[in-house]
């Protein structure tokens, strides 16, 4: 097993006055040619936007955007017409393919909102740019894993162009589970903590922490606190 920590405190920062943001892997004025990616993830955003604040119109190419709500409402519009509402215990995917322009702007007109924004690279460039959303039910991840992203458009979740996997679980203090990978092979598995304290495979996290395991077949969870935690299994080369 091979392993690499990145502390809470550890992340990059961008404070823009509408925005805070903190960078797990090196992203626009935060360069760490340590913290580039973790395999083909590259980038796990975790911002907090104020009220009637947001990022304009800007452009995206050959990359896999997934966009998680944690609390509050995000207002998305895109060149391919989609005009909806995020919130969370919602999924958005867009695969930019080709070439999209899309906005994101805080809909709450009287609190912050705070959302993970996370990009995986593809499996192939220049496909067809798309977009996806749903709404999942989180009492499906108490105490267990929901999948919430796979390669495969009939599975659960939203899909995307690459051999990758995600869940969510919120675990009771003192519940433990075990993970196995879907392709322990090629793939590692970067696990998350947005609130509370766990211990993956004898390693303590707290929150916001990140874990990055590969060379490995599965991973054990336990929750030393109220704890929710998201895993982003993704190929390493």
């Known amino acids: 097993m091979r392993s690499v920590l990145h502390t809470s405190d550890s992340r990059g920062t961008a404070d823009l006055g509408w925005l805070y943001s903190r960078h797990t892997f090196s992203f626009s004025n935060y360069h760490n ?6 395999g083909l993830l590259r980038v796990l955003n975790d911002d907090t936007v104020s009220e009637g604040k947001g990022f304009g119109t800007h452009p995206h190419q050959d990359m896999e ?14 060149s391919m017409g989609n005009e909806t509402v995020i919130k969370s215990g919602d999924i ?19 609190k912050s909102v705070k959302f993970l924004q996370i990009w995986v690279f593809p499996n192939k460039n220049g496909v067809t740019p798309r977009y996806d959303q749903i709404t ?29 996997w ?28 947005l609130n509370g ?12 922490d990140g874990l990055g395991l590969w060379e490995i077949q599965s991973i054990d969870v336990e929750a030393d606190t109220k704890t929710e935690i998201l895993l982003i299994e993704v190929p390493m080369n």
Do not use: C
């Not at 958005?92 to 009287?110: F, K, L, R, V």
């Not at 991840?141 to 899909?159: F, M, T, Y």
């Not at 869940?167 to 392709?183: P, Y």
């Not at 304290?197 to 916001?208: A, C, D, Y």
């Open 33 to 38: 040619p340590k913290r580039m990616n973790f």
């Open 65 to 78: 955007i997934v966009s998680i709500p944690l609390d509050g409402d995000l207002k998305h519009e895109d």
């Open 92 to 110: 958005q995917i867009m695969s930019a393919g080709t070439g999209i322009q899309h906005s994101e702007y805080n809909y709450n007109p009287n």
């Open 136 to 164: 999942l039910d989180v009492a499906d991840r108490h105490n267990k894993l929901q999948q919430i992203l796979s390669p495969n458009p009939d599975d659960e979740g939203v899909w995307i162009h690459q051999n990758a």
């Open 166 to 193: 995600f869940h969510m679980t919120k675990m009771d203090k003192g519940q433990k589970l075990s993970h196995r990978l879907h392709k322990p092979n090629n793939n590692g598995i970067y696990i998350f903590i």
């Open 197 to 208: 304290n766990s211990t993956v495979n004898g390693q303590s996290l707290k929150e916001r």
